[in-house]
């Protein structure tokens, strides 16, 4: 048996031009044209191996997914090289003891953001709201942070975000143009906080982070240097320009917001925070 | 990084078709195969300073496309098809050449198989033996790379493959009877 096992499988090899000698190879040929019962497994094999070869066509990758690994390559290429840049940046900004008047902090952040075309960051540790918004949504697109609830409108989010804990009044407006597709709540020293998306047909994404604004100055993680809480405080809209996502904070009530987007920023400004700004919705 | 990147892309991207295609065949879903394979490329890109340059990357990629589908796929999907291998070998032995006209291996009774029928009967064999065909005779690996990729010696590689082209034989021999291409008296 083994020996006929053997020749079987040789007979494969011969196929395949493989894991033969050529010595052994005509003896293989000299048993196939010799033995019927031979020829016919050589046939088989043959034949199977032309057809698996000529008749299973390759389905094509679907565009998007090549896409989306460019896009998650490339990405991640550039984070891990502008990596230290932006911490020291982040650092230098968000810093109390550094703090310079919010115009200069502003200028130099859109200068920095589009002469170095900086990404969003993955991995910053400074606690505070606005790199964890932008933590986060580095983290959304990289497919690492998944909805806890997915929904698709504003009042199984909010229902959400209470039956979750979230001890504050929540902001969760609807859009024509824009889908909830799902929340979050996390857990920032003992406080509920809320956070939720949403994206367009297109696949643009907004991620919206959201505090009671007393937070900013009881937990440490989210709070952010005086100069910007005072224009939040004082209904100014802080922008943070990115070659591929735009950072906005800004106050609606008693709600202070972290939206980060890579959708088109003048639209977010006037369609998505103007209207929430105007909105009575809580 | 930018050139690590830009090798990488030239290195590993060619290869996708190939790995979405394998995937498909493991999953069975093009959901899962589009997870999967993501997640080859991101894991892949991520270690790429450790692959050894003038070696194999597409079979360096499967490597990692398998096990991200051993450790991340499959353990959270039902286990594989178990083969019995004894059962496997009897079958096909039963096979004798005094069954089979040898006009029945002329490649036009099989022409009349549609491709889908052909897909068909190979993703109905175990796992084991769809691996071995596909890796052989649809992306082209040699027996060593095979071996790797299953972690079998060469000789296990050459007698699954041996089998599995049985296998699918039979199963395309009573398919192309059942749709009247064979005729037996």
Same mark, same amino acid.
């Given at each position: ?82 990596? $230290? ?100 709540? $996390? ?37 952010? $240097? ?57 | ?27 069975? $879903? ?156």
């Amino acid at each position: 048996m083994e020996d006929k096992n053997k020749i079987l499988y040789d007979i494969t090899s011969y196929v395949d031009k493989e894991a033969l000698t050529e010595k052994e190879r005509q003896y293989v040929k000299k048993q196939i044209d010799e033995s019927p019962e031979l020829q016919l497994e050589y046939n088989i094999q043959k034949s199977m191996k032309n057809l698996v070869s000529a008749r299973i066509t390759r389905a094509k990758t679907p565009a998007y997914l090549i896409d989306n690994i460019v896009s998650k390559t490339s990405d991640t290429s550039k984070r891990t090289k502008q990596q $230290s840049f932006i911490n020291g940046i982040k650092e230098f900004l968000f810093t109390p003891k550094y703090a310079l008047g919010i115009a200069s902090i502003l200028i130099l952040l859109t200068i920095a953001y589009s002469v170095f075309n900086i990404p969003p960051d993955g991995g910053i540790k400074t606690p505070n709201l606005f790199v964890q918004a932008e933590n986060n949504f580095a983290s959304i697109i990289a497919g690492d942070l998944k909805p806890q609830k997915l929904c698709s409108n504003a009042g199984e989010v909010k229902e959400f975000f209470r039956s979750a804990g979230v001890a504050y009044a929540t902001i969760v407006p609807e859009f024509k143009e824009w889908n909830i597709i799902g929340a979050v709540v $996390s857990d920032e020293q003992g406080q509920k906080l809320a956070h939720h998306v949403y994206s367009d047909d297109s696949g643009k994404l907004i991620y919206v982070y959201q505090v009671n604004k007393a937070h900013l100055t009881s937990n440490k993680l989210v709070e952010l $240097s005086p100069e910007i809480y005072d224009n939040l405080m004082s209904n100014n809209v802080v922008k943070f320009e990115a070659h591929d996502h735009s950072t906005f904070l800004f106050r609606h009530v008693e709600n202070v917001f972290a939206l980060v987007t890579n959708d088109d920023d003048t639209k977010i400004e006037k369609r998505f925070i103007e209207n929430l700004i105007n909105s009575n919705t809580i | 990084m930018d050139n690590l990147y830009k090798e990488f892309e030239k290195e590993a991207l060619p290869h996708i078709d190939a790995l979405y295609n394998f995937a498909l065949k493991m999953t069975g $879903s093009s959901d899962d195969a589009d997870d999967l394979v993501q997640e080859t490329y991101l894991k892949a890109f991520r270690f790429f300073d450790k692959f050894e340059r003038g070696t194999n990357c597409k079979a360096w990629m499967f490597r990692i496309l398998k096990n991200s589908f051993i450790n991340d796929y499959r353990k959270n999907t039902k286990e594989p098809d178990k083969v019995d291998y004894d059962d496997v070998s009897n079958f096909y032995e039963n096979i004798k050449s005094s069954d089979i006209k040898t006009d029945h291996l002329q490649e036009d009774v099989y022409a009349k198989l549609m491709d889908d029928d052909i897909a068909a009967s190979l993703n109905n064999l175990p796992e084991d033996f769809r691996t071995v065909i596909i890796l052989s005779d649809v992306e082209g690996f040699t027996y060593e790379e095979i071996a790797d990729f299953i972690d079998c010696p060469i000789g296990t590689v050459r007698s699954r493959l041996h089998r599995a082209r049985k296998m699918l034989y039979t199963k395309l021999f009573s398919y192309a009877k059942d749709k009247g291409f064979i005729n037996e008296k």
